[in-house]
């Protein structure tokens, strides 16, 4: 009896196989290890992001890829199986004999079989992460804006003043963060976008300006609830700074109040005002208390009241003898991944009071954790009664 022939129907023969059907595998001509060809397991919420080609594939060659869509970042891991998977392309030409015309019967005997191009050992595994940031401050540390920089205007020209600048490109190809991720990266960072490079501005430079805004708040008798933007940046302009400096000024240090018929209207921040001028008087080292809150209060704009409760995640107290010093230790310094940061406070303190590390671990997002899964994976809780506040050391 004659054999029936082999057509090879690729993988849409697979998907209208109806229940309790089979079909017979064969190995493809082209099979093979097709290293090219690698499974991803996506999550339905991912799979529109994925067909509509809205995800993006960043990293480093010395760092492991990561996957991000347009607001959040993906880890990709290998996941083994020890099942057979098999791969069989879709839309295969068929490599049989075609059948003589006069061989009517041939049609009726030919039989369907699945070509396997490769067999998968194991598929991608995307879990969400958080973003990858403190690359970001580092790449834009090597070259902050400073008071003794040419103008703006002439960047461009001068290669010098150009090394260690990023411009939105370099800064998605370096950093393993999705798009809105790395924007609000650079809110946090309080960067500002100068001739297509996106800049920190040196700390005391912002000071200097943020002093000259208060100044010239008092000569003009301006209420610092209700800035004009315009008559702000003309005046601060007309003082040397930068433009775009004067603007990033409001931005830095205020909220705006409304925005409308062309005029925008900005109200300082206290709390941002008081961390300024407070960081600017520790930058020296520590002080004691009393001598730095004496400082502040001088420096603090007239209404603003200078109190410890506003420098939570900038400095630490400490007491020595019958003396209280205080000295800089600033959340924003600290890096943003959980063992790193855990690290980094116990070499500061062996043992925090819970008052003291929560400031330093509340902007830690971790998808998945907790931050009470967070501390019992790098800290070790003690009381000395069940009432005491409780006590942390490195695990």
């Keep these: 009896m004659e054999e029936p022939q082999l057509v090879s129907r690729g993988a849409e023969a697979l998907l209208h196989l109806s229940p309790g059907s089979s079909i017979s595998v064969a190995y493809h001509p082209h099979f093979g290890s097709h290293d090219d060809l690698i499974f991803l397991e996506l999550d339905e919420k991912l799979l529109p992001e994925v067909l509509h080609e809205r995800v993006v594939l960043r990293g480093q060659p010395n760092e492991d890829a990561v996957l991000c869509t347009s607001s959040k970042t993906y880890s990709i891991k290998f996941v083994g199986t020890s099942n057979s998977v098999f791969l069989v392309p879709p839309n295969q030409l068929e490599y049989h004999q075609p059948p003589q015309e006069s061989d009517s019967h041939n049609h009726h005997d030919q039989k369907s079989v699945a070509s396997v191009i490769k067999v998968v050992s194991g598929s991608m595994e995307l879990v969400e992460v958080a973003p990858r940031l403190d690359k970001l401050k580092s790449l834009l540390s090597e070259n902050p804006y400073r008071c003794d920089e040419l103008e703006v205007e002439n960047l461009e020209g001068n290669h010098e003043s150009r090394i260690g600048l990023y411009n ?148 630490l107290t400490e007491r020595v003898g019958v003396e209280t010093w205080i000295h800089a230790f600033s959340v924003s310094s600290l890096p943003s991944a959980p063992a790193e940061r855990f690290f980094s406070l116990f070499r500061e303190r062996k043992k925090w009071d819970w008052k003291d590390l929560q400031p330093y671990i509340r902007d830690l997002n971790v998808p998945g954790l907790t931050s009470e899964a967070l501390l019992l994976k790098y800290t070790r809780r003690t009381q000395s009664t069940p009432d005491a506040e409780p006590v942390f050391s490195a695990r």
């Design 168 to 315: 939105w490109n370099d800064l998605v190809n370096n950093i393993q963060a999705s798009d809105d991720e790395i924007r609000s990266g650079l809110r946090a960072l309080s960067a500002v976008e100068i001739n297509g490079h996106w800049r920190l501005v040196d700390e005391s430079y912002m000071c200097t300006i943020l002093r000259m805004l208060l100044h010239n708040s008092v000569l003009n008798d301006w209420s610092l609830n209700a800035l004009n933007e315009d008559e702000v940046v003309n005046i601060l302009e007309s003082d040397g700074f930068p433009r775009v400096l004067a603007k990033h000024c409001l931005h830095a240090f205020g909220e705006k109040v409304t925005d409308n018929l062309g005029s925008c209207i900005w109200k300082l921040d206290d709390q941002r005002v008081c961390v300024q001028f407070a960081r600017e008087i520790l930058r020296g080292g520590k002080k004691k208390l009393e001598s730095f809150m004496d400082e502040w209060r001088q420096k603090i704009p007239e209404g603003m009241q200078p109190a410890l409760d506003l420098l939570e995640g900038e400095v």
